[in-house]
C-alpha cells in the first residue's frame, strides 16, 4: 500500500510540475505541494534495491535541471518546468540519501 501512495505521490507531482510550468503560476503554494510529494516519495517509494540507481538518477536530473534551466531559460515554459520538478525530485533525494547514510552507518 505504501509503495502505491509513494507512486501516486510521483506521478501527481510530475504532472503538477508540468501544469504549473505550463501555466506559469508556480506559486509558494505549489513549491510546498511539490516539496510534500516529493517527501512521500523519497520516504515511501524508494525500496533498498533502487536506492543507487535513484540517487544517480536524481543527482543528474538535479544536475541538469539546474544548468539546463539557465540554458532552456530562454524558453520561459521550459525553465519553470525543470525548476518545478527540481521542486518535487529534491526533497526526495535528500530523504533518500539520509535512508542510505543512516543503512551504511548501521552496518
Do not use: D, H, Y
Not at 503560476?25 to 536506492?51: A, C, H
Amino acid at each position: 500500500m505504501a509503495s502505491k501512495i509513494g507512486s501516486w505521490a510521483f506521478l501527481i507531482g510530475v504532472v503538477i510540475a508540468i501544469i504549473a510550468g505550463l501555466i506559469g503560476s508556480i506559486t509558494q503554494t505549489v513549491t510546498i505541494v511539490l516539496v510534500v510529494l516529493g517527501l512521500i516519495v523519497g520516504l515511501l517509494n524508494v525500496t533498498e534495491k533502487e536506492v543507487t540507481p535513484f540517487l544517480l538518477a536524481s543527482v543528474a536530473l538535479v544536475i541538469v535541471a539546474s544548468l539546463g534551466g539557465s540554458v532552456l531559460g530562454v524558453i520561459a515554459i521550459l525553465g519553470q518546468i525543470l525548476n518545478a520538478i527540481m521542486a518535487l525530485i529534491v526533497p526526495a533525494t535528500i530523504i533518500v540519501a539520509i535512508k542510505e547514510v543512516f543503512s551504511v552507518a548501521r552496518k
